[in-house]
């Protein structure tokens, strides 16, 4: 009796410790108290990559006076047989490998890596050789084509839109309906293409605050986020598939059998 009650001792420490050790990985942010966000007081603006989609509106109090610099392109729609155009729509900008575009009148610009504010500063100062003095040209520049993707161990996997043109890596993963149980905390990775089309990873630890003050914090357009799984998911995985095969092998020994039996018994 004495030794049973050691062994149920001893199991239920075993599950106490396996318990605990599996539940301080899953909290988010367990050291906030310790950590120095002063390094991490600083707005964030996304900077302009190669193959980006820009819109770009030039305004003023007189619209026929920059006219000119506002490209424009029919809209196709049918009609039962006829096809027709609608209202014309802003023509977008593709950002070339070298980080230029063909801006109206104008010509070639290079805005690779340059924020949105100083490409617009940019453009009104290009266009003002080309209007009235007395013009004074409102340039309003935004990303269409700004975009992330979170795979791995989260609820719903996939490509994301962002139309503020500014997200974190926790906003992503809030997208992505937050990490399964059996994502890694620990090691969410990061790849990301720079200008030059230079590819690097990069690790964050969830359960660390510090992660505030990571300079990958935001993400640029076309990041993407992987969650790793853990070792039970991935044992979970093997069992399963191994499961699978083991059925589907003891199914066709079956037919087999029953195939045989019937041939030998005529």
Known sequence: MLVSKKILLLVMTALFVVGCGSQKDVPYFQNSQNVDLSSSQYLYDARIMPKDQLSITVSAIDDEAVVAFNMTIPTPYTVGQRSSYSQAMLQTYLVDNEGNINFPIVGQLHVGGLTKSETERMIAEKIKP??????????????????????????????????????????ALAQAGDLTIYGQRKNVQLIREDSTGQKSIHTFDLTDANIINSPYFYLQQ???????????????????????????????????????YNILKK
Not at 236 to 249: H, I, P, R
């Open 130 to 171: 080309y209007v009235n003095s007395s013009v004074n040209p409102i340039v309003t520049v935004r990303m269409t084509g700004y975009q992330i993707s979170v795979l791995g161990e989260v609820a719903r996997p996939g490509t994301f839109i962002v139309s503020r043109e500014k997200i974190t890596i926790l906003e």
């Open 222 to 260: 076309n990041d993407v986020v992987y969650v790793t799984p853990n070792k039970v998911k991935a044992q979970n995985s093997s069992v399963g598939s191994m499961t699978s095969l083991w059925f589907s092998a003891t199914s066709i020994l079956i037919s087999l059998t029953s195939l045989l």
